[in-house]
């Protein structure tokens, strides 16, 4: 389960057509695009999103999976 800031960077990038990029990921967050990286590799590393070396991440079927149980619990 993912809380603070990996979350929020996952649903950044699954509103974005489930794609976005590091440094459109640091500026949703607020944050630096070497902090924002870190949490990228986070996500990809657990298969949340799949990282390309070009900086663009796409939401993988688990990231949706996550993203879905997220907000099921926000309901409920």
Avoid: F, H
């Avoid at 990996?6 to 057509?17: K, S, T, V």
């Avoid at 298969?47 to 099921?72: F, H, M, W």
């Amino acid at each position: 389960m993912l809380v603070g800031s990996e979350l929020q960077a996952l649903r950044i990038i699954g509103d974005q057509a489930g794609k976005n990029t590091i440094w459109q990921v640091a500026a949703a967050l607020g944050c630096s695009s070497d902090y924002a990286r870190i949490i990228c590799r986070s996500l990809g590393t657990a298969d949340y999103i799949d990282l390309k070396p070009n900086g663009v991440c796409e939401i993988t079927a688990k990231g949706r999976q996550e993203l879905d149980r997220s907000k099921a619990r926000a309901k409920g």
